[in-house]
């Protein structure tokens, strides 16, 4: 049974800092991860999509990355703004026919100090 | 593109009720749809994977008699939650993917309180 699991729970830095999101999973045999945030009391938006054949990519100040021996993802905001503030959620998927049946990750609650 | 409508946001009732959740992709067809339940400060736990004409298939330990699913189309998921009690009370989050291989693009999610 895949398990995701998101260190650390919470975390708060302040504006303009650089900041790694960990994501671990017990599983390697995944076909792709995914990274999604969550703003309180709504649903999640993709931010990026890493596929099993990748190592790492980039969406503006948002770089993931990707090492399926390890089982590890991180997910690396750089120049943190306020508005970065949210709850940052890791998925993989529990089969290999897709993105079929998304398993989550525990979640990283980040605030970001003004 | 891929934009997933829920409805309604939120909704409050009396325990015993039976509440209807709907799931719709706005802009494109959707073979598959997920309903997914989330306690606070939880992450997401898939509760049922619905496809368009045939039964939804639900999770272990999920009550099929208590969540019951119809994909009646290809653009519209509903949720119903039959004879809700306090206990129901969550957060609910539906998904919804074109085809094998894309992505899941998720709705906005449905606050239900019971009372």
């Known amino acids: 049974k895949q398990e995701v699991t998101q260190i650390p729970a919470a975390l708060s830095v302040p504006e303009g800092e650089n900041l790694v999101l960990n994501c671990s999973f017990t599983d390697s045999a995944i076909y792709n991860l995914q990274w999604f945030r969550q703003d309180p009391g709504k649903g999640l938006t993709s931010l990026l999509l890493i596929q099993s054949s990748q190592r790492e990519q980039t969406s503006g100040r948002l770089n993931a990355s990707l090492d399926k021996s390890s089982g590890r993802s991180t997910l690396y905001i750089a120049a943190s703004q306020p508005g970065d503030s949210a709850t940052y959620l890791c998925a993989v998927p529990l089969s290999n026919f897709g993105n079929e049946k998304l398993t989550f990750g525990t979640g990283t609650r980040l605030t970001i100090i003004p | 593109g891929a934009v997933v409508s829920q409805h309604p946001s939120r909704v409050i009732c009396k325990s015993g009720t039976s509440v209807k959740i709907e799931c719709r992709s706005l802009d494109f067809q959707a073979t598959t749809m997920f309903w997914y339940r989330q306690f606070p400060k939880q992450s997401l736990m898939l509760m049922a994977t619905s496809n368009e004409g045939s039964k939804a298939t639900y999770e272990q330990g999920v009550e099929k008699d208590k969540f019951l699913i119809n994909h009646a189309s290809l653009t519209l998921s509903t949720l119903t939650v039959t004879s809700a009690h306090p206990e129901d009370s969550s957060f609910y989050i539906c998904?919804?993917?074109?085809?094998?291989?894309?992505?899941?693009?998720f709705g906005d999610g449905t606050r239900l309180s019971i009372l």
């Open positions: 998904s919804a993917k074109r085809s094998v291989f894309r992505p899941q693009h």
